[in-house]
């Protein structure tokens, strides 16, 4: 079975400044999907950035951008310029290529400090 | 182009007792997956809906079911309600089985007490 890992419970930035969360996770198959998703205190889920294993290239949407890592599976998210709406907690998910589900990690709660 | 709705935002419910729990996906989308998320937790899969046929299912007890209707909306039923169902349920729409992007509602803030 898949796992995604998560390994920063609770992260600070400043704002303005650049923040780094991490991501790993386990899986066998070649052909997948790794998604961030953001959810603030709404609760609702907005997604940030995907990225699709066969892809070489890390996905970017404006101040989100990815760092893939396929053979050390790791897929952190950074987020340049951090402003205040961007504290929330980020959640980490995994998609098998032929899967239907999505594998989520614990998240890190992200603060931005004024 | 509607986003994805949920109903109720919160209720509260006494353990044994049953709970309906609806959401109405995504224009253009024809599934809709369920998620259980415990407080301070990432979500868990419950199940998805495909095409009005269940699509693969997560490791739930029997006594959370569901359905999904022609217009692709769905329910998520619970019954003998425990206190650790008490969670935030989720619901995303998606196209194709869910072997595209899931967009997620605001979900249903569940308390069994």
């Known amino acids: 079975a898949q796992t995604v890992t998560q390994s920063q419970p609770e992260m600070s930035v400043q704002e303005a400044e650049t923040v780094t969360l991490s991501c790993t996770y386990d899986t066998s198959e070649s052909d997948y999907y790794l998604f961030w998703y953001k959810q603030p205190p709404s609760r609702q889920m907005i997604l940030v950035i995907r990225q699709e294993a066969y892809k070489q290239q890390n996905a970017t949407e404006n101040r989100f951008s990815v760092n893939f890592q396929k053979a050390a599976k790791s897929f952190s998210l950074k987020i340049s310029d951090s402003q205040l709406g961007d504290a929330a907690m980020y959640f980490c998910a995994y998609r098998s290529g032929y899967g239907n589900k999505l594998v989520f990690g614990a998240g890190t709660i992200l603060r931005v400090k004024s | 182009e509607t986003g994805v709705t949920q109903s109720p935002t919160h209720l509260i419910k006494t353990r044994g007792q049953q709970v309906t729990l609806r959401c109405s996906s995504q224009s253009g989308h024809n599934t809709v997956s369920w998620y259980q998320q415990a407080l301070g937790q990432g979500p868990q899969f419950i199940f998805q809906?495909?095409?009005?046929?269940?699509?693969g299912r997560g490791n739930f007890p029997p006594r959370f079911s569901g359905l999904q209707f022609p217009n692709y909306s769905s329910e998520l039923n619970v019954n003998a309600l425990e206190l650790d169902d008490s969670a935030l349920y989720l619901c995303a729409s998606s196209k194709r089985g869910g072997r595209e992007t899931q967009y997620f509602g605001p979900g249903t803030r569940l308390l069994v007490l």
């Open positions: 809906y495909y095409r009005e046929e269940e699509n």
